[in-house]
């Protein structure tokens, strides 16, 4: 397994987010995590990126441990996370939010060839290189905070609701993308609002309610389960 996270529990003060959740992302695939708001989506993920600390469990990455490391560090390993809400630095333009992603490389030739890259697969971020981040749609600021992600050279991207507020063709345009960049070997967790792409996209999904693991199991076969169907697809 690239990641596994073991019996991990979170608390915001005396309020428990995460309550003993396990759960395993294979090298490659795409893991979903769905549920409610509420349900401890975004807080596994804050979790992993080591911006939640745990209560108690661990979380291993790479065969190493990581939930006793500071984020900075935890980005060093190979996990880059693209947030809810998309942060971007809005006074920025968008080339330099771009390099922020890189701030812990030192390859600089590498670097290049990957800004290049992103470049190269978000054609409109390589039009808009010198534009202020903030003057730009939803959609392109969505690019843009992946890759921004996609710079730090990551071996795991986790991103965190990816189309929320965004047009039904801005969001199709999201999961190609997603799907584009798992299929050139990057492994990703998605938490997704939308039920109906997450599963559609992911390999594997867990499905948490209010800070406890409901269900988990292969995409295709929660999204045919009645529970999933009925408090998540609408059907």
Do not use: C, W
């Not at 996270?5 to 003993?20: D, H, I, P, Q």
């Not at 995590?33 to 291993?60: D, V």
């Not at 499905?207 to 929660?222: K, R």
Request: aromatic share 4%; hydrophobic share 45%; proline share 4%.
């Amino acid at each position: 397994m690239l990641l596994e996270m073991k019996n991990a529990s979170v608390n915001y003060g005396n309020v428990s987010a995460l309550r003993n959740i396990s759960m395993n992302v294979k090298e490659g695939g795409i893991m979903t995590i769905i549920g409610g708001n509420g349900a401890g989506k975004s807080t596994s993920l804050r979790a992993i990126s080591g911006l939640a600390p745990l209560k108690t469990g661990e979380i291993h990455f790479n065969g190493k441990r990581i939930d006793n490391l500071p984020a900075h560090k935890i980005v060093g390993e190979g996990i880059a996370h693209v947030p809810e809400g998309r942060r971007i630095f809005p006074d920025l333009t968008v080339e330099e939010n771009l390099r922020t992603g890189a701030f812990l490389r030192r390859d600089k030739e590498e670097v290049e060839a990957d800004l290049k890259s992103v470049f190269n697969r978000f054609p409109r971020l390589l039009e808009r290189r010198v534009q202020l981040a903030k003057t730009m749609s939803g959609g392109e600021q969505q690019m843009l905070a992946i890759g921004r992600a996609l710079m730090a050279k990551p071996k795991l991207l986790l991103m965190d609701e990816p189309s929320m507020g965004l047009a039904p063709i801005i969001v199709e345009e999201i999961a190609k993308i997603i799907e584009e960049i798992n299929a050139d070997g990057m492994t990703v967790v998605l938490v997704e609002q939308n039920a109906e792409l997450a599963l559609e996209l992911a390999d594997y999904a867990y499905v948490l309610e209010t800070g406890d693991l409901a269900l988990e199991g292969p995409a295709n076969e929660l999204h045919d389960n009645e529970h999933v169907r009925a408090a998540y697809l609408g059907v």
